[in-house]
């Protein structure tokens, strides 16, 4: 739908690895002078992909489940690292308490088997949620939620069913420009309705993030400010994020008198409302960004657009709205054949795609950077950028005990990855020594076993564990009398492995040995270089220790 301010405005005014064990909490160390290890380099070790950056792209299910290879394609061609996707509530339950998640398993573990993020929407209304049945069904922006407390029971559940069905869904959004849903715009319908969403899925996933939405910016999240503190509380909010829409429709101009690409003032005016509010360390996400111009015009303002938003540090998602045309839309990437805009056309599983050429190759040859992190959460946040990634909780209490000494570098972003040992999809994140692990139901902070992972792909332990040849069969005899020997792995640890062993925790964060002590080439500097491999049975990272060059 066209973004018209006047419209939501005047609405506004009316109404005003194999085994994994828990991390041990362990004191504080002193900095350790030992050599640093070389990186493990399998090169299938550490994922790679689109979701090193933040640059994304609104979507449709209407259109995504009718040419869904065929947009994975062109995604990865823009190097798009977000879809922001609805998901929508009539569709999940069409009546109470029966689900049907054929469509969004569909699209959601196809989007993140690929590699994207996902921002999910939740948005709609199911026609017996509504006290207006026969218009609801007609259009789902006139539905109106019924009072009743058997409604948002039903909202809670299918919070929960989300966030345990697709945990891999990191941010979700509850709704799509409230302001312009007629019987869903009063904040004080609006706003319970984001209470029971928000607190039913933080009990799911205290983890995963929720996004208000908003068109209008500072007057409504305002609002929400003043509704939450009456009915909730001093400082009671329910969201972790707020989605705006920062489109301009020539409202704005540059100092040079030319149209803004962005509402500046308001995304800038809405940033300081919520420091006001005690917000600052929550993010801004742009889920919806265009503009109804010329291709070459559109080439412009998106390079303008992204310059600018890299400055602002609070903002840590921008999405396009939209790759193709449709019959109310045409600011967006891609026409079809035949024209569908301004047509009553459908959208079918043989439209045409078409790029509109500059904008479609300005988005896709971006420099996409990834987006910085809050400067504010500092506390809460570590930023490299050596690797352009960084570390947040619930890594990064764990990762502090350890630091760069231990873990390394961190070598991608947050994500979700199947355990191939119990099938499940866990938070993880990979650093140059390690692979954390995240298990909500115990609040624990588990490790990979990367370790064994090396040893396995090299073929000296089988798919067990189990040594099967080279440097992992037990050791004949101990030739050190000073060594520490293991009876669980045949292995020792002696002589310079022995004292960085000990002095970087032992048992309880290095771990056992896996191996005897071997030669090999240094992969980083060509240099001849003994080694011992240890895998962790608390702390599970792969430590390959240098001790010094072999003449």
């Not at 040079?256 to 509402?263: A, I, N, V």
Request: glycine content about 6%; proline content about 8%; hydrophobic content about 40%.
């Amino acid at each position: 739908m066209k973004k018209r301010l006047n419209y939501w405005l005047a609405g506004i005014l009316f109404i005003l690895s194999i085994g994994l064990s828990p991390l041990t909490v362990l004191a504080d160390a002193p900095p350790l002078s030992v050599p640093s290890a070389p990186t493990l380099n399998p090169q299938n070790l550490f994922p790679t992909g689109a979701r090193s950056h933040h640059y994304g792209i609104a979507a449709h299910p209407w259109w995504l489940k009718l040419q869904l290879d065929n947009f994975i394609k062109y995604y990865k061609d823009l190097q798009v690292g977000i879809v922001r996707l609805p998901v929508e509530w009539k569709t999940l339950e069409p009546s109470p308490g029966n689900y049907d998640f054929s469509l969004n398993d569909r699209l959601l573990n196809r989007l993140n088997d690929e590699g994207f993020q996902i921002i999910a929407e939740f948005v709609t209304v199911p026609p017996w949620a509504a006290s207006n049945y026969d218009e609801c069904v007609k259009a789902d922006i006139q539905c109106r939620f019924k009072t009743s407390q058997d409604v948002k029971d039903h909202l809670g559940s299918m919070a929960v069913a989300l966030a345990k069905r697709y945990p891999f869904v990191r941010m979700w959004e509850f709704w799509n420009e409230p302001e312009q849903w007629p019987n869903i715009r009063d904040i004080a319908v609006y706003g319970p309705l984001l209470h029971t969403f928000y607190t039913a899925i933080k009990q799911a996933d205290p983890l995963v993030m929720v996004a208000v939405s908003t068109l209008a910016g500072p007057p409504y999240i305002e609002w929400l400010y003043e509704y939450f503190g009456i009915t909730y509380g001093p400082n009671s909010k329910a969201w972790d994020a707020v989605s705006y829409h920062p489109y301009t429709d020539q409202q704005q101009f540059e100092p040079d008198g030319s149209p803004s690409p962005l509402y500046k003032i308001r995304l800038e005016a809405l940033r300081q409302l919520m420091i006001d509010r005690s917000d600052g360390d929550k993010p801004i996400w742009i889920t919806e960004i265009g503009w109804d111009y010329k291709p070459q015009i559109q080439a412009a303002y998106l390079k303008s657009a992204f310059e600018w938003l890299n400055q602002r540090p609070y903002v840590t998602v921008v999405a396009v709205h939209l790759l193709n045309d449709w019959y109310e839309e045409s600011y967006v990437l891609m026409t079809t054949v035949p024209n569908l805009y301004h047509t009553f056309l459908d959208f079918t599983a043989d439209t045409l795609l078409v790029p509109k050429q500059p904008f479609y190759d300005a988005y896709k040859y971006y420099p996409k950077r990834k987006l910085p992190t809050l400067a504010d959460a500092a506390v809460d946040t570590k930023i490299f950028p050596d690797t352009l990634h960084s570390v947040q909780q619930p890594f990064l209490a764990a990762w502090q005990r350890g630091g760069l000494v231990l873990f390394g570098l961190p070598k991608t972003s947050q994500f979700y990855e199947k355990n191939q040992a119990d099938g499940h999809y866990y938070l993880v994140q990979y650093f140059e020594r390690v692979r954390m692990e995240y298990h909500p139901e115990s609040g624990d902070v588990q490790f990979g076993l990367l370790g064994n992972q090396v040893l396995t792909e090299r073929g000296w332990l089988d798919d067990n564990g189990f040594a099967k040849n080279g440097p992992t069969l037990p050791e004949a005899s101990l030739s050190d009398l000073k060594a520490v020997y293991f009876q669980e792995t045949s292995h020792s640890i002696a002589g310079q492995f022995l004292t960085a062993w000990q002095a970087q925790g032992g048992l309880k964060i290095v771990g056992l040995p896996k191996t005897t002590v071997f030669n090999e080439l240094n992969p980083t500097t060509a240099r001849p270089t003994r080694y011992n491999i240890l895998s962790g049975r608390e702390w599970s990272c792969t430590r390959r220790q240098t001790v010094s060059p072999l003449s």
